[in-house]
């Protein structure tokens, strides 16, 4: 398994300002992903943090909202960029283990834009 | 791709009585499957996982079994306690690359 942390745990921003989030593994892993979870809603995945190249994108989701950075194989950041009220979200940041399918999970950001 | 169907909640019991959340999946093949739980304010934990079918996970009293006749992976607990009050995730993976996808969630609250 992994542990994981993030910051910030939340935060109340303005609309049009951007928040960077950050996650931390205590270990190197390979793959890393970013999720969003509206409130009440089942996770979305954003990207998949890849280290060395630029992040994978899902449909749905681009670079200039989301910019993810990926500088080593135990940090990643998500920006959400230009906040709008329909941001606000818990932003979740996992990681996968090679050879098997599991994924562990950070505690969650939860952002709030007013 | 491959996807999940779970049952609605929120689902209320009464301590000690007996819980079962439905998910059923369509996938190609017979990937493995999951059951997260997410307690409230925190992150997803992995509950339990089958890798094959007729497998059988289990963790912390809940149990699901593989069963590619019926393609569920339905989660059961004989006698939950309010602790269990949670948020309990169905998940496979879909589209290479280690991901996952989601089914909707069941809320599950358990009163004294």
């Known amino acids: 398994s992994a542990v994981i942390s993030q910051k910030p745990s939340r935060d109340i921003c303005q609309r049009g300002t951007s928040l960077t989030i950050q996650c931390q593994v205590d270990s190197q892993v390979t793959m890393m992903f970013w999720y969003r979870q509206q409130p009440g809603q089942s996770l979305t995945l954003i990207a998949t943090a890849n280290q060395g190249s630029e992040a994978t994108y899902e449909s749905g989701f681009v670079i200039d909202k989301f910019p993810i950075s990926r500088p080593n194989l135990t940090f990643s950041t998500l920006t959400v960029s230009n906040m709008s009220p329909e941001d606000s979200s818990i932003y979740l940041c996992?990681?996968?283990?090679?050879?098997?399918?599991?994924?562990?999970f950070g505690p969650g950001t939860r952002l709030t834009v007013t | 791709g491959n996807s999940v169907t779970q049952m609605e909640g929120p689902v209320t019991l009464s301590e000690e009585a007996f819980l079962t959340i439905n998910c059923t999946y369509t996938a190609t093949g017979y990937p493995s499957l999951f059951w997260y739980v997410q307690y409230p304010g925190e992150g997803l934990q992995l509950l339990l996982k089958a890798t094959k079918a007729d497998d059988k996970g289990s963790n912390k009293g809940f149990e699901a079994t593989y069963r590619k006749e019926t393609t569920s992976f339905h989660l059961e607990k004989g006698s939950v306690q309010v602790s269990d009050s949670a948020v309990y995730f169905c998940?496979?993976?879909?589209?290479?690359?280690?991901?996952?996808?989601f089914g909707t969630g069941t809320q599950l609250k358990v009163e004294l």
């Open positions: 998940a496979l993976p879909t589209g290479g690359g280690n991901k996952l996808t």
């Open positions: 996992s990681v996968g283990l090679a050879g098997n399918y599991e994924q562990y």
